[in-house]
């Protein structure tokens, strides 16, 4: 069995005049949530092997907050994140099928509906993932990303 672990971002700040959607930062509220997130997963004992997070800031952010309280974990910065489809999710999990435990950090609508997609083979049958919410996917061994192949094992929101 592997694992795929979606983290949506925390609550983040509204873009002021003029700021690029990707530098929005957490808010003092989204701050807390990241940190509640990492504390979760510490305590179910749900450290990723390897991290691919969204390059835009309020990600970063959760992620940063995260691993103040799970340790470092091997990261990248993965540039398709955001603002992706559930295909381009699974093509970028499948991609990385080697790694036992996978976290994307990333956004919606792309992180629910592909949780909806895995678990129950319809994208568009996603009940809302909130801000710092975590799904965890549980998925057989050597099997491919498609629809409906995954369990839901956990579901996390602050």
Not at 14 to 32: I, V
Not at 44 to 50: A, E, V
Request: charged share 20%.
């Amino acid at each position: 069995m592997r694992e795929l672990i979606l983290l949506r971002h925390a609550h983040a700040e509204p873009a002021s005049n003029g700021q690029a959607d990707l530098d929005r930062p957490l808010s003092a509220e989204g701050l807390a949530e990241a940190e509640a997130a990492g504390r979760w997963l510490a305590e179910n004992k749900l450290i990723p092997d390897c991290v691919l997070c969204s390059p835009s800031r309020r990600t970063r952010e959760t992620l940063e907050a995260v691993l103040a309280a799970i340790g470092y974990v091997d990261q990248r910065i993965e540039p398709s994140i955001y603002e992706a489809t559930p295909g381009t999710l699974i093509s970028l999990a499948d991609a990385h099928g080697e790694v036992e435990r996978l976290m994307l950090v990333g956004h919606n609508p792309g992180l629910e509906r592909l949780a909806a997609l895995l678990h129950s083979g319809q994208s568009g049958d996603y009940r809302g993932m909130p801000p710092s919410g975590i799904a965890v996917l549980s998925v057989p061994a050597g099997v491919s990303l498609e629809p409906g192949v995954a369990q839901l094992s956990a579901f996390w929101w602050p």
